[in-house]
């Protein structure tokens, strides 16, 4: 039995929930993943899986094997890693998790530049917009946008503001007119995005003045292109993305309401920025990932 290798395929079935989804991303057959396992838990003498005819779970012994076998993995990677990178290429494999419209817009455009600039690197991009765990998903960047974390197992690198604008489109301020002041949202219908239930508070920051105002609605929505979507049909006004609106507002399809404000959702400033494990901190193709991230994410957000 070859130990490193059974090793992640246990890790592909815990992910996969079975053994053909865990052979196809090792490139094996299902039977050589069966074998691995079974020799596996024949050497610890202990049961890792419960197996069913629909889907393979960890059994208590498993779950805590896991746990070490993710971190044992993650260190022998960068400890590779490492080595590659003695001579300044980067090289190897890079798993990168970004929010789904976020690198749909202003990533995806631009990867195929990093793939040329670095031929020994290959990508793996996770989009997803719920909270990626870097160690449990195997993710060496995740970019993330709001409050960053201060956490000590994490290390994270701002890459930029993220700017939002109050938007509507004119048809809507034609027929319930244009707020004047923040306050005034409270009698509109604002779209909201669905991390919340019930009223949202935005924040408005205009030099040493502040206020907030409670908005609600009759639409809220868990991704910001169907929001957007939303405003561009009259639906209501939203606070949306710098980087997702602001051709919009360019071409004349919506309108940027109470331009010289700051406007922040729940009184805090939000940044887009990349996190990564501190053992990840020396690593040639992690440097080269963040460099193009800092130089793609300024630009999509100018000042």
Same mark, same amino acid.
């Given at each position: ?18 053994? =053909? ?8 057959? &299902? ?11 024949? =050497?610890?003498?202990? %049961? ?15 779950? &805590?094997?896991?746990? +070490? ?17 003695? @001579?300044? #290429? ?41 909270? !990626? ?17 201060? +956490? ?47 009223? +949202? ?13 409670? !908005?609600? @609605? ?16 009259? %639906? ?10 602001? #051709? ?50 300024? %630009?999509?957000?100018?000042?």
């Amino acid at each position: 039995m070859d130990k490193l290798q059974a090793l992640r395929a246990l890790v592909d079935v815990a992910e996969s929930g079975g053994f =053909s989804s865990a052979a196809r991303r090792l490139g094996v057959a &299902t039977s050589s993943v069966t074998r691995l396992l079974d020799g596996l838990e024949a =050497s610890l003498g202990s %049961a890792l899986l419960t197996r069913s005819t629909r889907r393979v779970t960890l059994t208590d012994a498993g779950v &805590t094997y896991l746990e +070490q076998v993710r971190r044992i993995l993650a260190e022998l990677d960068e400890a590779d890693g490492s080595v590659s990178d003695a @001579g300044g #290429d980067a090289v190897g494999p890079l798993r990168v998790a970004l929010p789904v419209t976020f690198g749909r817009l202003c990533l995806a455009p631009h990867i195929a530049g990093f793939l040329r600039e670095h031929p020994r690197v290959s990508l793996e991009l996770v989009l997803s917009d719920a909270y !990626v765990d870097l160690v449990a998903d195997r993710v060496d960047v995740a970019v993330r946008i709001g409050v960053p974390d201060r +956490q000590p197992h994490l290390i994270v690198r701002r890459l930029a503001e993220h700017r939002r604008y109050v938007v509507a489109s004119h048809d809507y301020l034609a027929a319930h007119g244009v707020p004047e002041q923040p306050q005034a949202l409270a009698q509109h219908d604002c779209l909201r995005f669905a991390y919340q239930a019930g009223p +949202q508070r935005w924040a408005f920051r205009r030099g040493e003045l502040s206020e907030t105002v409670d !908005v609600s @609605g009759r639409l809220s929505v868990n991704n910001s292109d169907m929001l957007r979507e939303a405003v561009l049909a009259g %639906a209501g006004i939203a606070l949306l993305p710098q980087w997702l609106v602001q #051709d919009d507002v360019q071409a004349g399809r919506m309108r940027r309401l109470f331009e010289d404000y700051e406007i922040n959702p729940q009184e805090q400033a939000i940044s887009v920025y990349a996190a990564y494990l501190p053992n990840r901190r020396h690593s040639r193709k992690v440097q080269v990932l963040l460099e193009f991230l800092q130089a793609r994410v300024g %630009a999509a957000m100018p000042d």
